[in-house]
């Protein structure tokens, strides 16, 4: 091990820098490549002409372009600045008592997460995890002396309250500290792993099923799906009519969509938060786009794509649906601040937020569902002009609160846009609609609902009986990969069987 002692400070940059190991100039004073490791242990290489100092400042000591003797110098010191990194990097780290407990990592991650612009909803469950499952149990112990028990600790008072996927979250969370806590400035060492041998994922127990597979029971059918749509269309007109009627403070809410609302989750796949966030222009384009966008499908022949120009659906203001291209583009969502809508300043965020997967994407509707989508936008552009009107969301809260906002959060002096900022709440949603048009539905369970979201389980469901390829589906629902869908929304044996059935049938 290199011998130690004092080097002093220098206020030149250095040559080369890694694991606080720097790699510094000769000078005239210092004929020398000099290595510091830790500022407490030096190496030298082999002196240099001073003569040829100036020369090699002018070429700021490139290798290539110095004497042979300085170059051979340069050489060694390299050298010996690579095999310093090596030892620095088994090094101990001074550990400082007190100050780098687990709860100050905790406090690091929260941090990292708000710097990151994460959603406000991923923050507040990773702050929900570490404050009710880590800090109370392993907050105090420093994170030098964390081990593979404290880890085992946690996760074993969790499970006494917890369900598996709950577990699973905790145990990504601690993972996620280990990786923070090896990263610069590193509070652990990197051999350290105080999550070895932990284990906190589910394992299937039964073959083809996914941990996380929702059952057949669990999801609503395609009856209960048609059933609640117009339970939802009559509540809303219902509660409409009675807020109009009120003599003291009339108020004239548009509301004649649940409906439609809940066919979109259950036949076309958004998530809840998505499809409440969805307006005119998700599904509404200029004339002058759709066009291009037939122009450039390969698949289609001269007259084919001349019918296909004849059934364009014109909306106002210059605006269409092509029929033969029944697309919803999803590019953001409603976030959540506990139960009420988190509608950012201006200067932080031109809308909702962004997807869960942080992409725009694209789902199918069906064409059953056209005539519905034409209406509304034509009702909502008719009624809100060519500025506001593309922005009008389908399913406001009660009526519609448009604000400007600028168009890229990242360029708030941009040019600005009308955004319609009547966001249902997640509380109220279910209050005033939902559970009551429960009650009305036909083959609803009476004393327990399905939670709403789980009429995206239909549409997984119904998709791959009607045809859907699993590549699609996982698109459409916006999972990352087609195994996540598979494992989560399929099974290959329960979801099969009747074509298997059918294919068996004459052999």
């Known amino acids: 091990m290199p011998a130690k002692g004092s080097t002093g400070t220098t206020r030149r940059a250095p040559l080369r820098a890694d694991r606080a190991v720097k790699l510094y100039a000769p000078t005239p004073a210092k004929p020398h490549f000099r290595i510091v490791a830790k500022g407490q242990v030096e190496r030298t290489s082999a002196p240099v002409p001073v003569e040829l100092m100036a020369v090699s400042i002018g070429v700021k000591f490139d290798p ?41 990592l905790c406090d690091r991650r929260l941090q990292d997460l708000k710097d990151d612009g994460r959603a406000m909803t991923t923050c507040n469950k990773n702050e929900s995890l570490l404050r009710v499952f880590v800090r109370p149990v392993i907050g105090h112990v420093e994170v030098a002396d964390w081990n593979s028990e404290h880890s085992k600790l946690v996760l074993r008072r969790a499970r006494e309250t917890c369900g598996p996927e709950r577990i699973q979250d905790l145990g990504a969370a601690l993972r996620c500290l280990v990786s923070l806590a090896r990263r610069k400035p590193a509070w652990l060492h ?66 004649d969509y649940g409906w439609l609302l809940c066919q979109t989750i259950g036949k076309c796949g958004p998530r809840f938060g998505e499809d409440i966030a969805l307006t005119v222009g998700c599904f509404a384009r200029p004339r002058a786009e759709v ?99 593309p922005h009008a969301l389908l399913f406001p809260a009660s009526d519609h609160s448009f604000a400007l906002v600028p168009v890229d959060p990242r360029r708030p002096k941009g040019a600005q846009r009308w955004q319609d900022q009547d966001w249902w709440s997640r509380s109220n949603f279910p209050r005033t609609m939902y559970h009551k048009a429960v009650d009305r539905a036909d083959g609803w369970p009476a004393t327990s609902a399905l939670p709403f979201e789980n009429l995206r389980h239909h549409f997984a469901t119904w998709a791959k009986r009607h045809g859907y390829d699993d590549v699609l589906i996982s698109h459409c629902m916006g999972h990352a990969t087609v195994d996540y869908t598979q494992k989560r929304y399929f099974r290959t044996g329960a979801d099969t069987i009747p074509q298997g059935m059918k294919a068996s049938e004459n052999l």
């Open 291 to 389: 066009e291009d966008a037939i122009d450039q499908d390969l698949s289609l022949a001269g007259e084919a794509r001349g019918l296909r120009r004849a059934s364009i659906i014109d909306l106002p203001h210059g605006l269409a649906i092509d029929p033969g291209r029944r697309l919803i583009w999803i590019t953001e969502t409603v976030e959540w601040d506990g139960s009420k809508p988190y509608i950012a300043p201006a200067e932080v965020r031109a809308s909702g937020k962004k997807t869960k997967s942080e992409k725009d994407r694209w789902t199918i509707f069906p064409r059953s569902l056209t005539d519905a989508y034409v209406a509304r936008c034509t009702e909502l552009l008719e009624r809100f002009g060519a500025e506001q009107g």
């Open 190 to 255: 990197g051999d350290d792993n105080p999550m070895e041998n932990v284990e906190f994922r589910v394992k299937s127990t039964t073959q083809t099923e996914g941990v996380h597979y929702v059952p057949m029971k669990e999801r609503p059918s395609t009856e209960q799906v048609e059933s609640l749509a117009i339970s939802m269309g009559e509540v809303g007109r219902k509660t409409a009519a009675y807020l109009a009627s009120r003599p003291t403070k009339p108020v004239v809410i548009d509301r």
């Open 64 to 104: 290539a372009q110095l004497d042979p003797v300085t170059a051979r110098a340069r050489r060694e010191a390299d050298e010996l600045f690579d095999t310093m990194v090596r030892w620095a990097k088994y090094q101990p780290a001074t550990v400082r008592r007190g100050e780098r407990t687990i709860n100050a």
